[in-house]
Nanobody, 126 residues
Framework: QVQLVESGGGLVQTGGSLRLSCAAS????????MAWYRQAPGKQRELVAI???????NYADSVKGRFTISRDNAENTVYLQMNSLKPEDTAVYYC????????????????????WGQGTQVTVSS
């Protein structure tokens, strides 16, 4: 069982920045790919960014160049640095532990596990 706790959300103006954190309760998460998802009101949950065990990253086109995912395996934490925020980035953001082999960390091979955090609200005002 893995518990994930997200933090760092809040209210920010267009063009602002936020840094989200996701702390995992188990140290062996370092051998899993990790991801951030988001869900806006009335919309399906969407994949935002993935990071592999080795630090390779993939991003949704809508956030590419603005968001950066990173991880600190020693601290069992994954981060999402969000810059140049737009109103359409408003959503609840969730982190997820990816399923292990044969799944991977590319956009095509990442598969979410059943381990989700409680989410953190990000609101971008225009």
């Amino acid at each position: 069982q893995v518990q994930l706790v997200e933090s760092g959300g809040g209210l920010v103006q267009t063009g602002g920045s936020l840094r989200l954190s996701c702390a995992a309760s188990r140290s062996d998460f370092s051998i899993n790919a990790m991801a951030w998802y988001r869900q806006a009101p009335g919309k399906q949950r969407e994949l935002v960014a993935i990071i592999s065990v080795g630090g390779n990253t993939n991003y949704a086109d809508s956030v590419k160049g603005r968001f950066t995912i990173s991880r600190d395996n020693a601290e069992n934490t994954v981060y999402l640095q969000m810059n140049s925020l737009k109103p359409e980035d408003t959503a609840v953001y969730y982190c997820n532990v990816g399923r292990r082999w044969p799944y991977g960390a590319s956009w095509a091979t990442y598969r979410p596990s059943d381990y989700w955090g409680q989410g953190t609200q990000v609101t971008v005002s225009s």
